[in-house]
């Protein structure tokens, strides 16, 4: 499957995002997804993960609270609410999907990727 993910922009800090990553076909609905973070200089980090029907949802620590994914099997498209940003934030974010039964947390785990999408994030 494809993905093309979307929303980025910049925001000043306490402010909110909503990024959409689109599944080029509904064998969307048989992939876990996720999104995941990469920061200047460091790796490409977990940010929070949907099974197949919805329902099931992880999330890293660092964005409990502030961050809401959820997925539409009808528009092939995963979304991810950020509200309460902070500077730290500040990243390329990637949506990607997965079909086999690895740890959600681990890009490997991962079989397609989205182009990213720069969120920046104003003190």
């Known amino acids: 499957v494809q993905l093309q993910a979307s929303g980025g922009g910049l925001v000043q800090a306490g402010g909110s995002l909503r990024l959409s990553c689109a599944a080029s076909d509904s064998t969307f609905s048989r992939y876990f997804m996720g999104w995941f973070r990469q920061a200047p200089g460091k790796d490409r980090e977990f940010v929070t993960a949907i099974g197949w029907g919805g329902r099931i949802t992880q999330y890293a620590d660092s964005v409990k609270g502030r961050f809401t994914i959820s997925r539409s099997n009808v528009k092939n498209t995963v979304y991810l609410q950020m509200n309460s940003l902070k500077p730290e934030d500040t990243a390329v974010y990637y949506c990607?999907?997965?079909?086999?039964?690895?740890?959600?947390?681990?890009?490997?785990?991962?079989?397609?990727w989205g182009q990213g999408t720069q969120v920046t994030v104003s003190s």
């Open positions: 990607a999907a997965g079909r086999g039964l690895g740890d959600v947390l681990q890009p490997r785990s991962y079989d397609s």
